[in-house]
């Protein structure tokens, strides 16, 4: 679905890099469903929370049920998971709305020089917009729009980065010579959540015939928490499996 395209401008060689897709890796992790467990069942068991995890598959599947249902939240907060992620800045600026339960370190261009990589979309992203905000739905775009999308932008990009390139030349500071780049230039960042703060997060920013409050996210942002919650479902089944059958609201 995604694809990199490079763009040759015949005049001066510049270079730039187009970008359909994104990239999300889990980097590191400690989260397991056991996390959940031994950190309810202290609550009724005290020191011994520890020996209960293994004791009854069952048992341990209904707890997970039970705290997600009645939005008992605390437990799953006792994990960590910690994803590199590579994306447009314009997703980054919605990303970052999530506050608590994450943290993050993203590149600087203060500290370094931007690399050339755009996003434009491709031909499944829909393009259109109908109706009136709270009430609006997208529709397919034509040939032509999408033919005027990747044009606009792949001009517009073009002309940035060149006028960022000699601005650097010139010696201008980077953290001034920036000011000229878009927002569809790509960068990356490490976030680092826990599953409740990963759930709340996916409840927002992702759309599924399962859940209970429906969300309307823009797609770029909702193709990273796509590929965040298929690395997070491995590594914690019965809590993805709660869930979903709890209409994929956070507890």
């Known amino acids: 679905m995604g694809r990199t395209l490079r763009i040759v401008t015949p005049d001066d060689e510049l270079k730039i890099d187009l970008r359909s897709d994104v990239t999300v890796e889990l980097v590191k992790h400690s989260a397991a469903d056991s996390d959940v467990l031994f950190a309810a069942r202290v609550s009724t068991v005290g020191e011994q929370s520890l020996d209960e995890l293994n004791k009854d598959p069952?048992?341990?599947?209904?707890?997970?049920?039970?705290?997600?249902?009645?939005?008992?939240?605390?437990?799953?907060?006792h994990n960590s998971m910690t994803f590199f992620i590579s994306a447009p800045i314009f997703v980054f600026r919605e990303f970052m709305r999530h506050r608590v339960g994450w943290s993050y370190n993203?590149?600087?261009?203060?500290?370094?020089?931007?690399?050339?990589?755009?996003?434009v979309p491709d031909t499944s992203r829909k393009l259109v917009q109908q109706g009136r905000p709270g009430k609006y739905v997208f529709v397919e775009g034509t040939p032509e729009q999408h033919e005027s999308v990747h044009r606009g932008m792949e001009e517009s990009y073009r002309q940035a980065y060149r006028t960022y390139q000699e601005m650097l030349a010139q010696g201008v500071a980077r953290e001034v010579a920036r000011a000229v780049l878009?927002?569809?230039?790509?960068?990356s960042m490490y976030a680092t959540c826990n599953a409740r703060s990963l759930m709340h997060f996916l409840g927002l920013r992702t759309q599924h015939e399962l859940a209970k409050v429906p969300s309307f996210p823009q797609r770029e942002i909702e193709m990273v928490g796509e590929k965040m919650e298929a690395e997070w479902a491995k590594l914690m089944p019965l809590t993805y499996a709660a869930f979903n059958a709890n209409g994929r609201v956070a507890p």
């Open 58 to 77: 069952e048992r341990s599947k209904g707890l997970i049920n039970f705290l997600m249902r009645d939005r008992h939240g605390s437990p799953f907060e």
């Open 106 to 119: 993203e590149e600087s261009g203060r500290y370094r020089e931007l690399q050339p990589v755009f996003y």
């Open 182 to 187: 878009p927002v569809g230039l790509f960068s």
